[in-house]
């Protein structure tokens, strides 16, 4: 019964995908309002729809259904009851139909804002984000169906469909396969759906603009609109690459966060066209520049996030997030080149009616820097790029399958985010319009001061790597040059009035919270680069083999391996523990514990690490392997980690300083009413 | 007397190699020179995982093999190229800079050097016109005296 409930209501939604677009069209036809709020009534009528076929899924999940094959693929009786739940998005086609939920409930949501200003452009923008949503809830409807019931034949066949096969039962295993377990982590509740939101939440924008497009609007009324969704898709999209790198140093257990895997690149490369365009937009607003720009930014950020699923649930390249592999990859690859085929036909289209209105007067400008700061997003875009496409590309052209890793992104990006970093802490002294190298050395002089004590601190401490000092020097003036700037502008607001410095700092970043939380995300990057150039330039590792009570050292600190127990547990898990007790400088600090966990139904072995961790450092330990408890021997592999812990307290920052950048402000809706009424 | 300078040359060399030689075989390799080895290395049937930190069957049996070459006195750019022999390029970590994988890296520095081109071009067509002026912060808006004063009523009603 709740199968067919779940099926219908996607059927139904379907339904109402395709009404609502024709409605739109209609009323483009007629102008009659009654066709525009029928539309926009459908859309609404998709997410509850959706939501309930989501509740549907979920309610299988959680009471062991498992004569439905989702419900028999991603669990089993086993598992506890918040794995279940997080089982939604554990397989190809439950995370499809959550995907469509969360892009429904973004469009429920535009949909439910006042439009009447915007009457010319809403039709084009139900257009738009109703057709992407009617693509993934088409292909979990007739491809990667999540309600497929479990048939048994009379000779024992065992199929999968929603209608009932002849001759055939409800075929009902006594237990399922269950999740994967590099999935069942708590990280898994809460990755997926932030990135899923990040990606989907740029739906929003993107329908705006070429709703901008085909109306030919002229003014910046898209961008102002969507703003907020655009940092808030942003914020989704840098918290789900966030935690996802923190689910990699947890799970994955090879001492690192970010292995420029083909996946973890698909979901960066939308996030680096976000970043241009939420810069460049500003030019768009301040200065009305850009406009082309900034319509091939959000293009392409809408075309790399339907790029990115294709990626991840295509199986077109190796990944170790091959968790949603299937055959939708051609339906993705027609989505993909239709959508942006259209799109730039509009562009091209409306090149004329986005003329800037303004010439860029110099390099030496604010404007001029965040031109350069786009040029870098994008080279390092290319390099991405081109490195996830080019083991297909080598297949096509010569035959050969090769693999691009690490190294070749290091090389080709690395320079290029330490020239970001750099612009990161010139721009914001920069002028509007045009500065000169004199005004920008004055102010910027100070702070170079400042933060070359840090590189001359650290060859005193007898560090001669020079990329190092390099990069930590950059991360030091960006970090004084935006110290500096709440200085500078806390200190003129207390001169003009009679608060106090804290008081007049407050007031600053309350009355300019774009500005001012931009550069609190600016400080998070500081310290998301310093653990960044602390693991991959300073990382310590050692493996070795030990009898009990003998030691591995690895710098300051000394582990002893103390005991190596097995434990059986109730969820399918057989776990090997070992203990280690570490001493740093020979002080007895705590004891660590790595295992070793393995799914007897799935026969996979998972190594969990242990961490000591600190500010300064974590102590990551493996059990790699171990022999029998008779020999007493275990294999360790640990790594020491320096300032890895600044990756994840600058993560933080960087979503207080976006919350505080999207926070709604009365003045940016007083000039919204005031442009919708122009 | 150059004859024998010669001899002397070649016995001293073949003295100190096949010292290294026996060093090389009584050589027990530590799992760090193996895993310095494999973590430049991929096995063809797991799915972008370094070897070093793969934990199938088939990638233990690989640092086996490095841990194997390696006390035989094969050096690391040996032991890649033989398992670039055995299996494909495809098991290194990064394709050759040669040939046709020369693009590879080209193109992203071509594109690079592209935009660097677009900028210069597009910043020296636009020399700055005699009415502007360095100023700090000079803000221009789109927006008329009307709605600016409109702007400055409603935010005084808000405070």
């Known amino acids: 019964m709740i199968v067919y409930i779940g099926y219908i209501t996607l059927l139904l939604s379907f339904v109402c995908t395709i009404y609502s677009i024709f409605a739109a069209r209609k009323y483009i036809k007629t102008k009659q309002i009654k066709w525009i709020d029928s539309s926009s009534h459908s859309a609404i009528a998709v997410w509850v729809l959706l939501t309930l ?12 259904h498992f004569e439905v094959e989702y419900v028999a693929t991603v669990t089993n009786i086993t598992m506890p009851s918040y794995l279940k739940v997080t089982a939604l998005w554990g397989g190809q086609s439950g995370s499809l139909l959550f995907w469509s939920w969360l892009m429904s409930t973004y469009i429920a949501i535009t949909m439910m804002r006042n439009w009447q200003h915007e ?28 309600f497929k ?16 096969p002849p001759q055939s039962t409800v075929f009902t295993p006594e237990d399922g396969i269950g999740l994967n377990p590099l999935l069942r982590h708590p990280g898994m509740i809460i990755h997926p759906p932030m990135l899923y939101l990040g990606f989907v939440g740029f739906v929003i924008p993107y329908s705006f603009a070429i709703g901008a497009l085909i109306v030919k609007r002229q003014d910046n009324m898209w961008i102002r609109i969507t703003r907020r969704w655009t940092l808030v898709a942003w914020l989704f999209l840098s918290l789900g690459l966030l935690l996802g790198g923190r689910w990699a140093y947890d799970v ?30 500003i030019i768009q607003e301040k200065q009305e520049m850009f406009k082309r720009w900034n319509m091939i930014l959000i293009i392409l950020t809408y075309a790399l996030v339907i790029f990115g699923t294709f990626l991840t649930r295509s199986g077109v390249l190796s990944s170790v997030h091959s968790f949603a592999q299937s055959s939708i990859g051609p339906l993705f690859f027609v989505f993909i080149s239709l959508s942006f085929s259209t799109s730039l036909l509009l562009l091209l289209r409306g090149w004329n009616h986005l003329q800037t209105q303004k010439p860029l007067t110099s390099w030496m400008s604010r404007e001029g820097f965040f031109l350069i700061n786009n040029m870098l997003f994008m080279g390092i875009l290319t390099a991405c790029f081109w490195g996830t496409i080019y083991p297909l590309i080598s297949e096509i052209f010569t035959g050969q ?53 840090i590189p001359l601190a650290l060859i005193l401490r007898g560090v001669t790597n020079l990329t190092a000092l390099l990069s930590l020097w950059l991360a030091t003036l960006v970090f004084c040059v935006t110290l500096y700037e709440f200085y500078r502008g806390a200190l003129a607001r207390q001169n003009s009035s009679e608060e106090n410095f804290m008081q007049s700092l407050w007031e600053l970043v309350e009355k300019n919270r774009r500005r001012y939380g931009g550069y609190i995300v600016h400080l998070g990057v500081v310290f998301i680069s310093i653990g960044i150039i602390g693991i991959e330039m300073f990382q310590q590792e050692t493996q070795k083999t030990i009898s009990l009570n003998e030691s591995i050292n690895i710098g300051q600190y000394s582990l002893v391996y103390k005991n190596l127990s097995e434990l059986p547990q109730n969820d399918g898990r057989f776990i090997t523990k070992a203990t280690l007790a570490i001493y740093k400088n020979d002080t007895f600090v ?28 974590d102590l990551y330990v493996l059990l790699i392997d171990w022999k029998p408890i008779d020999t007493q021997q275990a294999t360790f592999k640990i790594y020491l980690n320096p300032l890895i812990n ?27 009413k005031l442009h919708s009424s122009t | 007397m150059k004859i024998l300078q010669k001899a002397l040359g070649i016995i001293l060399i073949l003295f100190f190699s096949n010292t290294n030689i026996v060093l090389s075989m009584d050589h027990i390799p530590t799992d760090d020179e193996i895993n310095n080895i494999s973590k430049d290395l991929y096995c063809p049937v797991c799915e972008n995982i370094p070897l070093d930190a793969c934990g199938t069957q088939a990638c233990i049996q690989w640092r086996n093999t490095i841990g194997q070459l390696l006390s035989e006195g094969w050096s690391p750019d040996e032991i890649k190229t033989h398992f670039a022999t055995q299996y494909g390029i495809q098991v290194l970590s990064e394709p050759p800079k040669t040939g046709f994988h020369a693009l590879l890296w080209l193109l992203p520095l071509a594109c690079l050097l592209t935009g660097l081109f677009i900028l210069i ?10 009415h502007e002026h360095p100023s700090e912060n000079k803000r221009h808006t789109n927006l008329n005296d009307y709605h600016i004063n409109q702007i400055e009523k409603d935010l005084q009603q808000w405070k």
């Open chain 1, 646 to 672: 600044w990756v994840w307290v600058g993560g933080l920052l960087f979503i207080v300083g976006t919350l505080i950048a999207a926070w709604p402000d009365k003045r940016d809706d007083i000039i919204l």
């Open chain 1, 119 to 146: 009457r010319d452009i809403q039709p084009h923008v139900i257009t738009v984000s109703m057709l992407t949503l009617m693509f993934f809830i088409m292909l979990n409807l007739f491809i990667e169906n999540p």
């Open chain 2, 121 to 130: 071009k597009t910043f020296s067509s636009k020399k700055p016109s005699e």
């Open chain 1, 149 to 164: 019931l479990l048939w048994i034949d009379s000779t024992e066949r065992i199929s999968s469909s929603i209608i009932r």
């Open chain 1, 590 to 617: 705590t004891n660590i514990q790595p295992q070793r966990d393995y799914y007897i139904q799935n026969q996979q072995r998972m190594t969990i690490p242990d961490v000591y961790s600190t500010l300064e450092s």
């Open chain 1, 401 to 453: 399958k090769i693999t691009v890793g690490p190294p070749y992104y290091e090389r080709t990006t690395g320079p290029q985010f330490a020239a970001l970093l750099l612009l990161m802490g010139i721009a914001p002294l920069v002028a509007w319009r045009i500065s000169t190298v004199k005004r920008l050395g004055y102010l910027i002089w100070r702070p170079t001061i400042i933060s070359l004590l």
């Open chain 1, 252 to 281: 994955l257990g090879w001492g690192g966060y970010w292995g420029w895997d083909p996946v973890e690149i698909a979901a960066f490369m939308p996030w680096l066209t976000g970043t241009a365009f939420l810069h460049s937009v």
């Open chain 1, 53 to 64: 076929s989501c509740m549907s899924l979920v309610y299988l999940l959680t009471h062991g």
